[in-house]
């Protein structure tokens, strides 16, 4: 699951009530920081700490320092607050076997009937970009998906990046076809016209030596949100790739949104001509903007919006 806004709080409901002891730190209780671990992945993005207890590996443990655990004992709500945004980066959320109903029944985390076992929750704050899960974490998730008759599209868990958490997306032709063959992943976003756009992501290429394939980033432009209208223009960056491209290589354009443009469908796309075969993955689809700087940057006709100072800066 991918955040795509600033994370400030979780709210963890529980289905009964919870032992709640005054203070803040007996062990089981809800309220106790000590009941939760949030985790980072360290240098080998990799969770390398199963369960709730000492840190293991390079992993890092987000601090819930003393009193940032609300509990509602009304409506059973755990609320954490660990006292910053999250910043961008995969995480994994524990709530610790260690917590128990007034009953002292312990956690049964992964609802399996048997308690003793955290609850574990994985997830990614992504919050500049525009695309829904644009690391293809787990699935191809948020992304319209096309192929023609001979090609596929999946998961997969080669991560451009290396990640055993992450993965990737994979269009395969696996039989050359007497037609031209392709893939293409696309999503709708917002794109008021004159707004820059920056569009990036990762791929590589498993083909014959002499095989074509086409690597594509492309916009089309529409009038009305939700890519609803007739296309305004269509702007694109294609990379024509001959053979095996073994490591992953950066694929980036930059442009503008088109005059009159509300919503764009920006996509990914891997084409060949007829008779190629071809592996192609595509991961870390990045969509920046329009997020300008500035609130007024000229389009008013005047400088009303800035302030001004003449004769030396201050």
């Known amino acids: 699951e991918t955040a795509q806004v600033a994370i400030e709080a979780f709210r963890l409901t529980f289905d009964e009530s919870m032992f709640d002891p005054p203070g803040d730190s007996a062990a089981g209780d809800v309220s106790n920081p000590a009941s939760y671990l949030l985790l980072q992945p360290g240098l080998d993005l990799a969770f390398d700490t199963a369960a709730c207890g000492p840190v293991a590996g390079d992993d890092v443990a987000v601090v819930l320092p003393p009193g940032s655990v609300a509990y509602d004992a009304g409506t059973h709500v755990a609320t954490l607050s660990p006292g910053a945004p999250l910043g961008d980066s995969l995480y994994r959320l ?129 009038p009305a949100s939700g890519c609803s209208g007739a296309v305004i223009e269509t702007k694109s960056l294609i990379e024509a790739v001959i053979g095996t491209v073994p490591t992953w290589q950066p694929l980036v354009f930059h442009d503008e949104a088109s005059p009159g443009s509300v919503s764009a469908r920006c996509a990914l796309k891997l084409d060949a001509p007829a008779g190629v075969t071809f592996e192609g993955r595509f991961d870390r689809a990045v969509l920046l903007g329009p997020n300008p700087i500035f609130s007024d940057g000229f389009e008013s006709g005047d400088t009303s919006a800035w302030s001004a100072t003449v004769g030396g800066l201050e």
């Not at 787990?138 to 319209?144: A, I």
């Not at 001979?150 to 998961?155: F, P």
């Not at 032709?173 to 990762?202: I, K, M, N, T």
């Open 94 to 222: 524990h709530a610790c076997a260690a917590l128990r109903d007034l009953a002292g029944n312990a956690l049964d985390g992964n609802g399996d009937g048997t308690g003793n076992d955290d609850f574990v929750r994985r997830f990614r704050v992504d919050v500049a970009n525009r695309f829904a899960n644009g690391n293809f974490d787990c699935d191809l998730g948020g992304w319209t998906q096309a192929t023609t008759p001979g090609a596929t599209l999946e998961h997969d868990g080669d991560d451009a990046e290396g990640s055993p958490e992450s993965g990737s997306a994979l269009g395969t032709v696996p039989f050359a076809s007497a037609s031209p063959e392709g893939v293409r992943l696309s999503q709708c976003v917002a794109a008021p016209g004159g707004h820059d756009l920056d569009l990036s992501a990762r791929f590589r290429i498993t083909a014959g030596p002499t095989s074509p394939v086409s690597v594509s980033l492309v916009c089309e432009f529409y």
